[in-house]
DNA sequence: CAGTGGTCTAGACCACCAT
DNA sequence: TGGTGGTCTAGACCACTGT
């Protein structure tokens, strides 16, 4: 193949499916779903978009695997390494996981992926490893007007009225996260009567409706000879 | 060259001071800084540790030019697909920066760099900002032998002393971050017997030695509906 | 064992920057 | 024009996973 192919076109499948790839790769042609390298955007980020766009729209459903890399090459007519730069990037985004001999997953369930790495998983999956019992304390529970910043940060209007949740997370008693929740409060009225140590923010968001909502607290500190 | 290279060995220079370039690959031999390919870490990492660590020993002061790629690439033996990959690791750690026709600058002052932003600095930014009073409290401060994990991800051997710091900090007396800090034991043997309630992490390293050094916490919760 | 990701190389061409 | 990064390919071998 030459050192730039013209164009290609496909549609990711799962695994299962590989059936009409031939029939798909008939009626491309002027077809949307193309890597080309004409001119526009790099290989490697056509191929991120395509299978971003797979993900997105749930012909790539949460948690199934991808096809094996040299077959993903053969449909979208890229170098493994072009490829490989494409799935690695869509990790950094949160998107995919990679897992060594067994294949590439697409990670979280749909909304709560994006950003960084939830590390509430992780926090509640330790304390269930590790047989600790975790409890929270909480700091505020409040229903206050969205400042700038959080208006912003949750793309709503300034004012609207915001349902603020600040818990330090403790394992076995021992302080071990911070967990800093902000949601509109006309998602879920019954979040500022709840008593937040001991009830699950999960549960009541799921009795209050399926209003996606995204609550992140990040601290990071790292210290280093000047 | 075999696809797999035994070893080689260099020193890194800014572009000004090539002349004594022939002479250290002649003195090379069982010098330390070399990359090899015989087990430890992949090559791209070995290549990324070298940079970072001209750069944070000061060999390669802050906003100076690295040398090509294809130059840096003959001295250390490496393709430069493994040597791109090393240094767009360091710019996603914050320690370079790229520039198309120009070449690879080391980014930054020299300490606030590396890794996510750091929020440390932010920390302390914006405790004065707000004229809020910071404050620690120590929930472990020991010297403890390496678990696995930790010798991972540090690089050092399993078993190595290391020196644990978790704190949470405080703004006027309100629970705010975590920090975990983790030190190997020998860079720093003061570092067990310091009060870290009011003392300085930065100040006792500082005063320890120049042997660079990373500790990091990250916490994030994140919620949305099932 | 076969399948899959992880790493590495050598070589090529393109796009940008300075002279 | 010449130097430097940016992208891409084809092919190889290693390491891990699961049957």
């Keep these: ?62 948690g ?36 060594h001999g067994r294949g590439w997953y697409v990670a979280a369930t749909s909304s709560e992926r994006k ?7 992780s926090f509640s999956e330790t304390a269930a490893r590790m047989n600790l019992t975790p409890t929270s304390r909480v700091l505020r529970s409040s229903v206050d007007p969205a400042t700038l910043d959080e208006a912003e940060e949750l793309g709503i209007a300034p004012g609207t009225p915001l349902f603020h949740l600040d818990r330090v997370r403790l394992l076995e008693g021992i302080p071990t996260a911070i967990d800093r929740t902000r949601v509109p ?3 879920a009225p019954a979040l500022a009567e709840t008593d937040f140590t001991t009830g699950s923010l999960y549960d009541v968001l799921a009795s209050a409706g399926a209003e996606p909502v995204r609550a992140e607290a990040t601290i990071e500190a790292q210290a280093s000879t000047p």
Tied chains: 1, 2.
């Design 1 to 62: 193949m030459s050192p730039r192919n013209p164009a290609a076109s496909t549609t990711l499948h799962t695994t299962s499916d590989v059936a009409s790839e031939g029939k798909a790769m008939a009626t491309a042609g002027s077809d949307s779903r193309t890597v080309r390298s004409d001119h526009p955007d790099p290989l490697w980020l056509q191929v991120a978009a395509l299978v971003a766009e797979d993900v997105s729209t749930g012909r790539l459903g949460a």
């Design 64 to 99: 199934s695997r991808l096809p094996a890399e040299r077959e993903l090459c053969l449909r979208l007519g890229v170098s493994r390494v072009t490829l490989r730069k494409a799935l690695s990037h869509l990790v950094e985004e949160g998107v995919l996981r990679p897992s």
């Design 115 to 121: 950003d960084w790495p939830n590390r509430l998983e």
């Design 185 to 187: 409060a006309h998602v």
